[in-house]
């Protein structure tokens, strides 16, 4: 495996840009989807909360690019987004037809889970402004050409659709040709692939873009669907996560992929919906950093992922170690759990403290 290299921050405008959609979270709190009265309104989105939990975490210049219908719905998008500190102007605003018949916002119905009683998600996304996207309509030699560390995308946004999956395609080339890292995150959901032929047209796809790419996310799961890759010696469980295992793993998926400079993978025993162990792996250069699971209190786990990536990514863009990368992503993604959202609320001082074994007790 090759060493990562990265374009200076001053010669870059955006240290990461993602590419993904943008929907509204509806929360319903400590109530359910099918008896609640009220919902809290959240932005989320596997490939934007990236790029949040870089700005607003870790105070990284970063940037989305999705496209949103113009009406109300998407213009308190917009809003969330700007108050996440992530750069708007690569949105791409698409005509509303008044009734959603030609183009959508999504809408993402979220539960958090309490004790034995799991998470639930019920998405609403179909026709969406940002599955309609087509090869062509992005201007990435624009983007690029001003300046991109890090381009981060994933497996949810290259679901959506036919053109959405070209688009990704042609992201990834174009971050290629300019000198920008490009990442990926799995992020296998069955509900997005069940309707277009299932997991062997997410190999099909998934295995063709990851020879393009440099830096790889996933869980078991993941690799397993989305690259028929397995993971031998854990029970269906995943009661025990034995890492001789995980680490065949990610050296299969080297050796299926020499492309690749990073390959990285989250550990979750979920014992009940608001306690797991937590943990993460990850081969970088050949060498394996395994930093073992330790139990975490949950309130609200989706995102957590997504924020063991973030927290990875700013270390590698500060020139930190393989190590500490790794231990700021399995931190992020701890502290984004505690808080409801798909996205981080914490700060780098907070992740610090996590990564070097702080109690929880009150700062004043």
């Given at each position: 495996m090759e060493e990562l290299v990265l374009k200076a921050a001053h010669d870059a405008k955006w240290d990461c840009v993602s590419l993904g959609e943008v929907m509204l979270r509806l929360?319903?709190?400590?109530?359910?989807?099918?008896?609640?009265?009220?919902?809290?309104a959240w932005e989320g989105g596997g490939e934007y909360n990236v790029a949040r939990g870089l700005r607003r975490c870790f105070g990284l210049r970063?940037?989305?690019?999705?496209?949103?219908?113009e009406n109300p719905v998407g213009r308190l998008l917009e809003d969330l987004i700007l108050q996440g500190g992530v750069d708007p102007s690569l949105i791409r605003w698409v005509p509303y037809d008044g009734v959603g018949r030609a183009v959508r916002n999504g809408l993402n119905f979220t539960e958090r889970g309490f004790g034995v009683r799991a998470a639930v998600g019920c998405s609403d996304r179909g026709n969406t402004a940002?599955?309609?996207?087509?090869?062509?309509?992005?201007?990435?030699?624009?983007?690029?050409?001003?300046g991109v560390r890090w381009?981060?995308?994933?497996?949810?946004?290259?679901?959506?659709?036919?053109?959405?999956?070209?688009?990704c395609a042609?992201?990834?080339?174009?971050?290629?040709?300019?000198?920008?890292?490009?990442?990926?995150?799995?992020?296998?959901?069955?509900s997005l692939w069940k309707g277009i032929g299932g997991k062997q047209k997410a190999q099909e796809v998934n295995r063709e873009m990851v020879r393009h790419l440099d830096v790889l996310f996933g869980n078991e799961e993941d690799f397993s669907a989305m690259l028929g890759i397995e993971l031998d010696g854990v029970t269906e469980d995943f009661e025990e996560l034995p890492g001789a295992a995980y680490e065949r793993m990610l050296r299969e998926v080297a050796a299926a992929y020499p492309n690749l400079k990073i390959i990285a993978t989250t550990l979750r025993t979920a014992r009940t919906a608001s306690r797991n162990a937590w943990g993460a792996m990850a081969l970088y250069k050949g060498d394996v950093v395994h930093v073992p699971q330790r139990e975490v209190d949950i309130l609200d786990r989706v995102g957590g992922g997504d924020s063991f990536a973030s927290g990875l990514i700013y270390g590698y863009l500060a020139g930190k170690p393989a190590r500490w990368a790794v231990e700021c992503g399995v931190a992020h993604g701890a502290l984004a759990m505690t808080?409801?959202?798909d996205t981080s609320t914490a700060s780098l001082a907070e992740v610090e403290r996590v990564m070097k074994g702080g109690s929880a007790r009150i700062t004043r």
């Open positions: 929360d319903p709190g400590e109530g359910r989807i099918h008896t609640t009265r009220s919902f809290t970063t940037a989305i690019v999705t496209a949103l219908a940002v599955s309609l996207l087509k090869p062509g309509e992005i201007d990435w030699n624009a983007i690029f050409g001003a381009f981060h995308t994933g497996g949810i946004f290259a679901a959506l659709s036919g053109g959405s999956r070209d688009v042609e992201a990834v080339l174009a971050a290629r040709r300019h000198g920008t890292v490009t990442s990926y995150d799995l992020n296998y959901r069955d808080t409801a959202g």
